[in-house]
């Protein structure tokens, strides 16, 4: 049997068709499509088995009620999910978000996006994403507690430690964490390895909190290493202000280059002389405990502060986009390579629009894709669940030089296979190919299920 090859538009129009009105879900699948279907198209096996297409079909689909009691005694109605996409090389793992508009439309793109990022790890672990339309922000600790715990009371039946273990994400840290693992304990009476991103106290890894943003700068040091540039002495930007922003802040300046300009949904601050150890350690401090704004920053240090305003349009030589996806459009491409970027790394989860993604990269600035960028992180999750399978934790430094050889060996995977005939590296079909084979070849094995 010869099934005909693939072609991008009949295979884009099919899964809008499947999934009307999610166009990051599209989004996401189209950059995958774009550099997969001619690999795809020179192995029959692939096409035979119609593997891209049942990769772009998840496995399952949760979706239910939150109830709970806010602190008036007002009865408050969200909705949970769980997008369970892929198991054929370990247990579903990926984060949880929490934010007021989420919809399964960004659910599936970022549970679409882990199965490639997960597969570049080098580790056995599936792929999933969930969360909640609940926004954390502004709700007392009591509040919170009562919405994981409902959250929890559903989610549980649908997860375990060999079957499905969610993290965190945007609007989730350690207190929703530690909330949502204490009332899994207590439905299931078992302490296993049901979460990853515990605090240390309870099972969780050293590093893990730091791994996405130490991860992005790794990535990022060996990608400019590969083209004979270093990252020591750059002047780097770094969008947004939550987990991943703040540790790839910390790493670019443990590796000696600064950070001029950091931001939230609210603005930015610029500091042309770069920031300091204590601007770095105010910032983390107010931003983890006292879930303070970058104004507040700005007001503090008495630095330039510009509310609404993107951190994008401030010169730099490397920029890191660590807040949210999309953030990042074709005009603010265009600045970045007007002020002479060489270098644009994705902390985030698809941050760079598509238009944008493609000008940056035609201008020849060295793009480093989310999948193999941001990996860290769902790597030191693996190794959290490693360390709790084996009842011991390993240390500080010893995590962090796993990290590193992770970082190392997903930027040569990306680097082979993105390797072009005129000697340059396309980063993002080396990612996005090295993460398909062996996903594919995983499911291949497993006849047609
Ligand atoms: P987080 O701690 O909630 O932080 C998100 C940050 O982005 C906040 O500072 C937020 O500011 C800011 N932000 C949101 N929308 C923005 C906008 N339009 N412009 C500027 N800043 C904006 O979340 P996170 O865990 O760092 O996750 C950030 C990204 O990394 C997401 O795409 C996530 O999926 C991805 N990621 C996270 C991990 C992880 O381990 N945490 C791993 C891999 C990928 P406000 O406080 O004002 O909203």
Same mark, same amino acid.
């Given at each position: 049997?010869f099934t005909k090859?693939?072609?991008?538009?009949?295979f884009m129009?099919?899964?809008?068709?499947r999934?009307?009105?999610?166009?990051?879900? #599209?989004?996401a699948?189209?950059?995958? /499509?774009e550099? !997969?279907?001619p690999?795809?198209n020179? #192995?029959q096996k692939?096409?035979?088995?119609?593997?891209?297409?049942?990769m772009t079909?998840?496995d399952r689909?949760i979706i239910?009620?939150?109830?709970?009691?806010?602190?008036d005694g007002?009865i408050r109605v969200n909705?949970?999910?769980?997008? @369970?996409?892929?198991?054929a090389?370990g247990?579903y793992?990926g984060?949880?978000?929490?934010? +007021?508009?989420?919809?399964?439309?960004t659910?599936?793109?970022l549970?679409f996006e882990?199965t490639?990022?997960n597969s570049l790890?080098?580790l056995p672990?599936? %792929? /999933?994403?969930?969360?909640?339309?609940?926004?954390?922000?502004g709700? +007392?600790?009591?509040? !919170?507690?009562?919405f994981c715990?409902?959250?929890m009371?559903e989610?549980?039946k649908h997860?375990?430690a060999?079957?499905?273990?969610?993290a965190?994400d945007?609007g989730?840290?350690a207190?929703?964490i530690?909330?949502?693992?204490?009332q899994y304990?207590r439905?299931?009476?078992?302490?296993?390895?049901?979460?990853? =991103?515990?605090?240390l106290?309870?099972g969780? +890894?050293l590093?893990?909190?730091?791994a996405t943003?130490y991860?992005t700068?790794?990535f990022?040091?060996e990608?400019?290493?590969? #083209?004979?540039?270093?990252?020591?002495?750059?002047?780097?930007?770094v969008?947004?202000?939550?987990? !991943?922003?703040l540790?790839?802040a910390q790493? !670019?300046?443990q590796?000696?280059?600064?950070?001029?300009?950091? %931001?939230?949904?609210?603005?930015s601050?610029l500091?042309p002389s770069g920031m300091? @150890?204590?601007?770095l350690n105010?910032l983390i401090?107010l931003?983890e405990? @006292?879930?303070g704004r970058?104004?507040?920053?700005a007001?503090?240090?008495?630095c330039d502060?510009?509310p609404?305003?993107?951190?994008?349009?401030?010169p730099c030589?490397?920029a890191?986009?660590?807040?949210?996806q999309?953030e990042l459009?074709?005009n603010?491409?265009?600045?970045?390579v007007?002020?002479?970027c060489i270098?644009l /790394?994705?902390?985030?989860n698809m941050?760079?629009?598509?238009?944008a993604?493609h000008?940056?990269?035609?201008a020849g600035?060295?793009?480093?894709p989310?999948?193999?960028a941001?990996a860290?992180?769902?790597?030191?999750?693996?190794l959290?669940?490693?360390?709790?399978?084996m009842?011991l934790?390993?240390p500080l430094?010893?995590?962090?030089?796993?990290?590193?050889?992770?970082?190392?060996?997903?930027?040569q995977q +990306?680097?082979?296979?993105?390797?072009?005939?005129?000697?340059?590296i396309?980063?993002i079909r080396g990612?996005?190919?090295a =993460?398909?084979?062996?996903v594919?070849?995983?499911?291949?094995?497993?006849?047609?299920?």
């Amino acid at each position: 049997m010869f099934t005909k090859k693939l072609e991008l538009d009949d295979f884009m129009n099919g899964l809008a068709r499947r999934n009307p009105n999610e166009p990051e879900f #599209h989004q996401a699948v189209r950059e995958v /499509a774009e550099s !997969v279907i001619p690999y795809i198209n020179h #192995h029959q096996k692939y096409i035979d088995a119609r593997i891209l297409e049942r990769m772009t079909e998840p496995d399952r689909i949760i979706i239910f009620r939150v109830c709970w009691e806010d602190d008036d005694g007002h009865i408050r109605v969200n909705r949970g999910y769980r997008v @369970q996409f892929n198991n054929a090389i370990g247990p579903y793992k990926g984060g949880l978000r929490f934010t +007021s508009n989420l919809s399964l439309d960004t659910l599936k793109f970022l549970g679409f996006e882990q199965t490639f990022k997960n597969s570049l790890t080098t580790l056995p672990l599936g %792929s /999933a994403k969930g969360g909640a339309d609940f926004n954390p922000k502004g709700k +007392s600790d009591r509040e !919170v507690m009562r919405f994981c715990q409902s959250f929890m009371t559903e989610l549980h039946k649908h997860i375990g430690a060999h079957t499905d273990v969610p993290a965190g994400d945007i609007g989730v840290g350690a207190r929703e964490i530690s909330y949502m693992f204490g009332q899994y304990k207590r439905l299931q009476n078992e302490f296993r390895s049901v979460l990853t =991103g515990k605090e240390l106290a309870y099972g969780g +890894s050293l590093i893990r909190k730091e791994a996405t943003g130490y991860g992005t700068v790794f990535f990022t040091r060996e990608m400019l290493k590969a #083209h004979q540039k270093e990252l020591e002495g750059k002047r780097c930007i770094v969008s947004g202000s939550g987990n !991943v922003a703040l540790y790839t802040a910390q790493k !670019v300046m443990q590796l000696g280059a600064t950070v001029i300009a950091m %931001s939230d949904s609210g603005g930015s601050f610029l500091i042309p002389s770069g920031m300091t @150890q204590e601007h770095l350690n105010h910032l983390i401090d107010l931003k983890e405990k @006292q879930r303070g704004r970058i104004s507040e920053f700005a007001e503090h240090f008495d630095c330039d502060y510009y509310p609404d305003k993107k951190v994008w349009d401030f010169p730099c030589d490397i920029a890191f986009a660590c807040a949210t996806q999309n953030e990042l459009e074709l005009n603010d491409a265009k600045e970045l390579v007007k002020n002479g970027c060489i270098a644009l /790394a994705e902390g985030a989860n698809m941050p760079t629009t598509m238009e944008a993604s493609h000008y940056l990269r035609e201008a020849g600035i060295l793009f480093a894709p989310a999948k193999a960028a941001n990996a860290g992180g769902v790597a030191v999750s693996g190794l959290e669940m490693s360390q709790n399978s084996m009842r011991l934790s390993w240390p500080l430094e010893e995590l962090e030089k796993r990290l590193e050889d992770i970082m190392f060996k997903i930027h040569q995977q +990306s680097k082979r296979y993105g390797q072009q005939s005129d000697n340059t590296i396309d980063y993002i079909r080396g990612a996005n190919i090295a =993460g398909f084979t062996k996903v594919a070849d995983a499911m291949l094995s497993y006849g047609f299920v």
